[in-house]
């Protein structure tokens, strides 16, 4: 039998699931016959075009989306280009009346879609845009403040927040879809994800893109740490967290599956604040969509205005390398950028040790970090990426204050008693014995016993280096 229904562009971005999907199940209730679109559009993307790490994964999330829409009846349209022509072009081509597509808040996004919604009503064609990312829409009127105005402080933010926190069940994958019309749909190669030569190897002993990985993860995390998450949320030698930061950042699940997969479990007391603190950390998450949505610029300039005139020190390409790369001679540091460049990913108690040493004892400009995760983690997102880094930096929204500067051997010791972690990314530093492992440079016999290769003394001094930054910051006021 004939499919009679009108054509609707179902154009993922960040939403690239069957389950949960608004975007995809607007166009059903429209009446519409769906047809699932990806365009990678990196020229769109304005300062911020896709890391290689994202694409690397991205190249193995789309193939996934495919193989999933195909099981039921469909498949995935692969595009490249400018977004605006791609689907004008795609609209011509299957003749469809409507676009639906999922609501961001990056600013490039943002603009892209104003323009594009102009273009497709000047032929007569909707763009519908549904929220598929988020609990909550960043302008929605129920979160406000008092004032009326965005929040700009975390804590008011989660209570509002958590006086509405969403009960409603996930929608359901469609259990069928039509077939998609005759159109040259490219292939996965053509977008040019994938890496010339194979160093992102060793991602897939950690990570499965797609669906499918996220929902065994979160299983896996279900059953096993969720109910000791907020007791074990801060040390890096164990799986403790979630890891679903990439799988929710491509949309492979969404924070409401999340919700009600922790809802249907069972909890006692104990293992309820572990629920309740990882909900928390879901909200931030929120938090920072809802700052990047309302407060645009914060992808690129300090949200505090005051350190516009904050004396960071000059670009330093050397000493940046030795952080880039692990070689800061500060094990903790050094572990967190390995763990980084080996699995796209890095713990955030440690994203936050290695990120209060960047701005803090070296200087540098929080972007110069920022850029640099950008490129090399696999959950990049623009709105976590700048919150976070602006947090850290002391410049941010309900920030840590600038003079609070982690002592990252403190931190060590503290959230890695034993050197698990640092042993497992540095096996060169494996056979010191005992606490030498968190300041080798105070025990130089041992260094130069077991772990020659390995720097004799940081990159840079760790107690002068504090002192800078607080009259850095003193000079301020
Ligand atoms: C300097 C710095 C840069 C960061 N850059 C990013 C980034 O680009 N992308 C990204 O997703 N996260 C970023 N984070 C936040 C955080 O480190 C990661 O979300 C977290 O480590 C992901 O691991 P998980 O999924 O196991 O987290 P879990 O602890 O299991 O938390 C569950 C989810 O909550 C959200 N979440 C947790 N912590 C935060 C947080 N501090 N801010 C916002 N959302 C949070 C994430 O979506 C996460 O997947 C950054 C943190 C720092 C300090």
Known sequence: MTDTRPVALVWLRNALRVDDNPVLQAALDGGFRPVPVYVHAPGDAGRWPMGAAQRAWLHRSL?????????????????????????ERLVAESGAVAVYG????????????QRLDAALARSGV???????ALLFEPDAESVRTGQGTPYRVFTPFWKTLRRQWPQDRPLPAPTSLPPLPALATGTLADLDLAPRTAWDTGFWEHWEPGGAGAHELLDAFVEGA????????????????SRMSPHLHLGEISPRQILARLADARWNARQKAGIEAYEREL??????????????????EDFNPRFARFAWAEPAPQVLEAWR????????????????????????????????VLTKNLRQHWLAGARWFWDTLVDADLANNSQNWQWIGGTGADAAPYFRIFNPVTQSERFDPHGRYIRQWMPELAALPGKAIHAPWTQPALLARY???????????????REAALDAFRALR
């Not at 920072?288 to 992808?299: I, R, V, Y």
């Not at 390995?338 to 990913?345: I, M, N, P, T, Y």
């Not at 020659?452 to 280096?465: I, R």
């Open 226 to 241: 969720a109910g000791a998450y907020d007791a074990q949320r801060d040390l890096p030698d164990r799986i403790g967290t």
């Open 325 to 356: 790369h692990g070689r800061t001679g500060i094990p903790i540091v050094d572990a967190g950028m390995r763990e980084l460049w080996a699995c796209g990913w890095m713990h955030n108690r440690v994203r936050l040790i290695v990120g209060s």
């Open 63 to 87: 193939a996934a989306l495919d193989a999933r829409l195909r099981g039921l009846g469909s498949g995935l349209v692969l595009r490249s280009g400018r977004a605006q022509a791609v689907i």
């Open 451 to 465: 772990a020659p290769a390995y720097p004799k003394t940081p990159v840079v001094d760790l107690a002068e280096s």
């Open 102 to 113: 999922d609501r961001r808040v990056e600013p490039a996004w943002r603009a892209l879609d």
């Open 126 to 132: 909707r763009l519908e845009m549904r929220q598929a």
């Open 283 to 300: 909200a931030w998450r929120e938090f920072s969509h809802h700052l990047l949505w309302h407060f645009p610029h914060m992808q690129e």
